[in-house]
């Protein structure tokens, strides 16, 4: 509340007319006190002037009389002075220093001073002072002093400083009326200005345009005003217009894409649909053939037929493994918070039941939480584990461990298992579809598991990457950012 009283905050106009009141009421000052000094100056020039003409008057008129040391001639002199009602005391003395006549008008007797000890003269306190010699043929006669009071004086100059600065005030008064007429022409473009500026900045409308008053500064500050403005307004209809075009081709390619995405649906469906119907029928009459017939064939025969039932086995496992990519690929997310250390838990049960016996040792970190697609994150950590189990078949003991690290950008899994490895200079083809650093005779396999991983974890703007050496193992880490757990 009090910032509001700092001169910061005040409105231009207050700033312009506080300013101009200011000087003006500087000068204002400095011209009456320059007047008083000047007329008190010059009053008292022209009171010394009246004092030392009535003296030097009544000294030529007083000569005589202190010649022949005539006192009531001196006293009938001296006393013509009451008449002058600032005369405070008259002494008048012989050549020798001592006192013939003496006037005092004051109250209090006062005694002519001295003259063995020189008197101050001139202006003295409230009193001027004046000693003059009383000649007569050139010689002097005598002494002729005289203090006079300068009451007069200072009423006169209080009179004028009275005078002097009502005058002052009423010029002041009549400044300040002025100067609140003339300071808009100051103001009020400015405050056009400032007021239009805010309207632009508030409601965004650019079509808003201020007066131009003049060619002065303030004029040519409106109109370059005015052409930004309008070089705005300019720029700003591009840039909608730039804008309408792109949402207009990205709903276009949006359409196109969904159609896209629903032929290449439709279209999966149908493979899968059209090449499943040959394989299973492949299959069923190997079936056949080898459990009627198979009596028939010699060990060649029924070794081909066995490596064409596997053969449909594994294109079997090519078109599912196509199609969860495919799905993973296109499906809507339906993201939560899961706990991935139990979903992790129920995949390794159900790889205990359907898998080999051999000894295995499984650490899963607890308390393991992530945010994402539950279907999606199922898929790429049940392919992580299926890979750590059967890469690791071939070990006397199995061991798969799996951690969780947290940093303030992001959480990464970590699954490592003691399985055959691999050599580190493929690892760029680890996450590429149908690549496969193992044949199939050592492990069996589409080559689309770890593709999908990568597909999935990108889809919630993570990162996978390996670590591994041939026979010691291999450990995959999965990082998901912090955006997407929050």
């Not at 231009?12 to 500087?26: G, V």
């Not at 010699?133 to 209080?158: A, C, K, M, N, W």
């Not at 490596?307 to 339906?334: K, N, P, Y």
């Not at 770890?450 to 041939?470: K, N, P």
């Amino acid at each position: 509340m009090m910032e509001r009283w700092r001169w910061q905050y005040w409105p231009l106009k207050t700033k312009l007319l506080l300013l101009t009141l200011s000087i003006s009421t500087l000068g204002i000052l400095l011209v009456c006190t320059s007047l008083v000094v000047v007329e008190n100056q010059n009053y008292q020039e022209q009171l010394e002037s009246e004092l030392h003409v009535i003296a030097d008057i009544l000294a030529e008129q007083s000569a005589a009389a202190l010649l022949f040391e005539d006192d009531q001639q001196l006293n009938t002199i001296i006393s013509s002075l009451r008449q002058i009602g600032t005369i405070e005391q008259v002494c008048v003395y012989n050549v020798s220093g001592q006192v013939m006549s003496a006037l005092n008008e004051s109250g209090n007797a006062r005694a002519c001073p001295n003259l063995a000890v020189p008197p101050e003269v001139g202006f003295v306190g409230d009193f001027y002072r004046l000693l003059k010699p009383v000649t007569l043929d050139g010689d002097t006669v005598g002494q002729f002093y005289l203090i006079s009071r300068l009451e007069v004086l200072r009423e006169h100059i209080q009179a004028f400083i009275v005078v002097t600065f009502s005058i002052g005030i009423g010029i002041q008064v009549v400044l300040a009326w002025v100067a609140l007429r003339l300071q808009r022409l100051v103001s009020e473009p400015v405050f056009e200005l400032s007021d239009a500026a805010e309207r632009i900045a508030r409601d965004h409308d650019y079509s808003i345009r201020v007066p131009v008053y003049g060619k002065d500064e303030l004029g040519r500050l409106g109109s370059a005003f005015n052409e930004m403005i309008g070089t705005i307004q300019q720029q700003n209809l591009k840039i909608l217009q730039s804008r309408d075009d792109l949402e207009r081709t990205v709903a276009d390619r949006t359409s196109e894409l969904s159609l896209a995405n629903r032929e290449l649906e439709a279209f999966s469906f149908s493979v899968s649909h059209d090449l499943r119907q040959p394989l299973r029928a492949i299959e069923g009459f190997g079936q056949a053939l080898e459990e009627d017939c198979g009596d028939q064939l010699n060990e060649t025969g029924r070794d081909y037929l066995h490596r064409i039932r596997a053969a449909t086995v594994r294109m079997g496992g090519l078109i599912d493994g196509l199609l969860v990519l495919s799905r993973v690929s296109r499906q809507a997310m339906e993201v939560k918070q899961l706990d991935l250390s139990a979903m992790l838990e129920e995949i390794v049960e159900e790889l205990k039941e359907t898998t080999d016996p051999l000894p295995t040792d499984v650490s899963i970190q607890p308390g393991i939480r992530v945010v994402g697609d539950g279907r999606m994150i199922r898929v790429a950590f049940q392919n992580l584990l299926e890979n750590a189990w059967k890469y690791t078949s071939k070990n006397d003991h199995r061991r798969i461990d799996v951690m969780a690290c947290e940093a303030p950008d992001s959480i990464t899994v970590a699954i490592q298992d003691n399985g055959v490895g691999f050599d580190m200079k493929y690892v760029d083809k680890l996450f590429v579809a149908f690549n496969r650093l193992h044949t199939p005779a050592q492990f069996v396999g589409t080559g689309l598991g770890l593709a999908t991983v990568d597909r999935v974890v990108r889809r919630h703007f993570g990162e996978i990457y390996a670590e591994s050496s041939v026979d010691n193992g291999a450990c995959f880490f999965v990082k998901f950012p912090s955006s997407m757990q929050k």
